[in-house]
């Protein structure tokens, strides 16, 4: 890895930014992550454990903003569609 310092105008330079989002932004994105996770092989009590872990800021989010109740409401629609499609 190179030792140069980063220029200001430097295009891969690391930088993070805050979107403003509303509950249906937020509940959508909780979906999108139940289903990635699902796709990856998660179940319900990974899942869920993901998302009360603050390291995994974006699932973290979700759910403290819209609460255990959604979250988990979440990953049982997720659950029952997946057993419906392995039948």
């Known amino acids: 890895m190179s030792e140069k310092p980063y220029a200001a105008d430097d295009p891969l330079e690391p930088a993070a930014v805050a979107l403003p989002a509303d509950r249906e932004a937020v509940a ?5 992550f ?3 996770f699902a796709r990856m092989g998660y179940r319900q009590n990974a899942l869920m454990a993901l998302f009360r872990t603050p390291f995994y800021q974006g699932p973290h989010m979700v759910y403290r903003q819209l609460g255990e109740g959604f979250v ?4 049982e629609e997720e659950m029952t569609r997946r057993a419906g499609r392995s039948q």
Do not use: D, H, P, Q
């Open 72 to 75: 988990s409401g979440l990953i």
């Open 28 to 32: 959508y994105m909780g979906r999108c």
């Open 34 to 36: 139940v289903e990635e």
